[in-house]
């Protein structure tokens, strides 16, 4: 079965610090997907990427999906507290099912 | 606002007592989900329905039952409760095929002694 991995686990930055979060995935990816958690809460939907060397941004936060489309990255330039929570990957588990897994996050504080 | 609702946000039980966690959309979607998210395993499906009227097993399936009662709602039921079933529970939905992702409710949190 399809495993999603997730690098760094816990990560923490100064404000104002870039950083990267990486998904790489057992199998080749049909769908990855991007969501942040705040702590206690639900998850909220970031970006999807179904294209090999696609890349698409939402304010500071930049995801990439390489050509081979096995990994992931996720980019935050200048970071801010806002910033902060839990990070996840999700991916189709299986193709043409509805089996859709999970990363097993990253969780990113941002110091003031 | 638009979205996922669960209830209840927080559930004590005690071992062997039965409960059903209640999930509602009202954003028109045809697919919703159960998911499970503890320590240091991510978030594992345990049921999902594709579309009013299917529902297929997940992942973590044992010792769950689940109703689409219509396309807005979706019960999850714990038929007998085990401390092992401590978790924190989220409901999502989706269209069939979205570029948007699912949409998650702010999860029931249970605890069983």
């Known amino acids: 079965s399809q495993e999603l991995e997730q690098s760094p686990q816990s990560l923490i930055v100064q404000e104002g610090k870039n950083l990267t979060i990486n998904c790489t995935s057992s199998?080749?990816?049909?769908?990855l997907y991007w969501y942040k958690q705040k702590y206690g809460e639900g998850l909220i939907f970031l970006m999807m990427l179904q294209k090999g060397g696609e890349e698409k941004s939402h304010e500071k936060i930049t995801a990439k999906l390489d050509e081979k489309k096995q990994q992931s990255s996720l980019h935050i330039t200048a970071s801010q507290p806002s910033h902060a929570g839990i990070y996840l990957c999700g991916a189709d588990g299986e193709k043409g099912t509805y089996k859709y897994i999970f990363g097993t996050g990253t969780r990113l504080k941002v110091l003031a | 606002n638009a979205g996922v609702t669960q209830t209840p946000k927080f559930q004590v039980l005690k071992t062997g007592q039965s409960m059903t966690l209640q999930c509602a959309q009202d954003?028109?979607?045809?697919?919703m989900y159960w998911y499970r998210q503890d320590p240091g395993m991510g978030l594992r499906l345990i049921y999902y329905s594709a579309s009013e009227g299917t529902t297929d097993k997940g992942e973590v399936p044992n010792g769950y039952n689940v109703s689409r009662l219509n396309k807005r709602e979706f019960s999850l039921r714990l038929e007998s409760a085990a401390p092992s079933q401590t978790s924190v529970y989220f409901c999502?939905?989706?269209?069939?095929?979205?570029?948007?992702?699912?949409?998650f409710g702010s999860g029931t949190r249970l605890t069983v002694v």
């Open positions: 954003m028109n979607h045809n697919s």
């Open positions: 999502a939905s989706s269209y069939i095929r979205s570029n948007y992702g699912y949409t």
């Open positions: 199998k080749t990816l049909y769908g």
